[in-house]
């Protein structure tokens, strides 16, 4: 599997992508916001590809690794590759908690728990505003013009 380039988006381009994010992706995406449990367009989706990065378009978690957790939002058992994913402590709203960004842009996605399913014993619980998904047999986003992998369909 091709690897993706993980430098950030410049300043341009990360005024550009701002300017066109909806209010709430703003809020999740940049201010670390949570949309409400069981209204996420991805919470139902079942269909075959690649959940990627709302706001540069990285690869984030495959179909594949997606189960239904009842938790209202959409939930992954393993990353698409450990390096696109930051993990950091989170102590806000007086628990800990691991909070998951995108290791490119640092866009907020969600959170990390322990008690997801086999084989990795993982719930990572998601926005589905933070991410954007294409689907099996189509290109995936490229986002930053960053030219292959991206743009490219995933064998």
């Not at 189960?67 to 992954?76: A, I, L, N, Q, V």
Request: glycine letters at 10%.
């Amino acid at each position: 599997m091709p690897a993706f380039d993980l430098t950030p988006p410049s300043a341009e381009q990360r005024a550009a992508i701002t300017a066109e994010l909806t209010e709430q992706e703003r809020h999740v995406l940049l201010q670390h916001g949570t949309e409400a449990p069981f209204c996420g367009v991805f919470l139902d989706n079942h269909k075959d590809g690649v959940y990627t990065c709302r706001f540069c378009g990285l690869p984030l978690f495959r179909s594949s690794a997606k189960f239904d957790s009842g938790t209202g939002w959409p939930s992954f058992f393993q990353p698409f590759d450990e390096q696109y994913i930051r993990r950091i402590r989170d102590s806000s709203y007086g628990m800990i908690r691991v909070e998951e960004v995108c290791a490119r842009c640092g866009s907020h996605l969600g959170h990390v728990f322990p008690d997801g399913p086999p084989p990795t014993g993982e719930r990572h619980c998601l926005n589905s505003v933070s991410l954007a998904f294409t689907e099996q047999g189509q290109p995936l986003p490229d986002v930053l013009g960053r030219g292959p992998p991206e743009g490219q369909v995933l064998g």
